[in-house]
C-alpha cells in the first residue's frame, strides 16, 4: 500500500497528517470515471477513500482490488468531517493493512477481508 486516493466527493486538502500520501483524484485530469479511478488505484497500490457505494460495489466483481475505504455518513460542515477524520484515521490506517473494506459510520467501524 502506498497510500490513499480520495475520490471527488471529498475534501482536496486535509487537516492532518496521515502516515502515508493522499492523493486526490482531482491529480488525475478533470472528472476521471469510476473505471480509471479504480484502475489507476490498482496500478499505484492505493486504498480508494470514497462516499461512492460504487467501489465497495466493484470489489465482489474484481479478482485483486484496491482496497476502498467508504465513507458512509452524509454530509457535514468542513470542519466536524476534518475533525472526525482525523479522530478516526489512525484505525482506519491499522485496519486497511489487513482488510480489503473499511466502511465507516459516524458510531461504528466495519472491517471485511
Known amino acids: ?3 490513499f486516493l480520495f475520490d471527488e466527493n471529498l475534501p482536496a486538502k486535509i487537516r492532518f497528517t ?3 500520501p493522499i492523493i486526490h483524484v482531482s491529480a488525475l485530469g478533470e472528472s476521471p470515471s469510476d ?3 479504480w484502475q489507476y488505484a490498482k496500478d499505484k497500490k492505493l486504498v480508494i477513500v470514497t462516499k461512492d457505494a460504487d467501489f465497495s460495489d466493484r470489489l465482489m466483481v474484481d479478482l ?3 482496497k476502498v475505504v467508504h ?3 452524509g454530509n457535514m460542515p468542513k470542519l466536524v468531517f476534518h475533525s472526525f477524520l482525523a479522530d478516526i484515521w489512525p484505525q482506519i490506517e491499522t485496519l486497511v493493512i489487513d482488510h480489503k473494506l473499511i ?3 459516524l458510531d461504528q467501524i466495519e472491517a471485511f477481508r
Open 64 to 66: 485483486f482490488p484496491p
Open 103 to 105: 466502511n465507516v459510520y
Open 1 to 3: 500500500m502506498n497510500g
Open 71 to 73: 465513507l458512509r455518513f
Open 35 to 37: 473505471t480509471q479511478i
Open 18 to 20: 496521515p502516515s502515508l
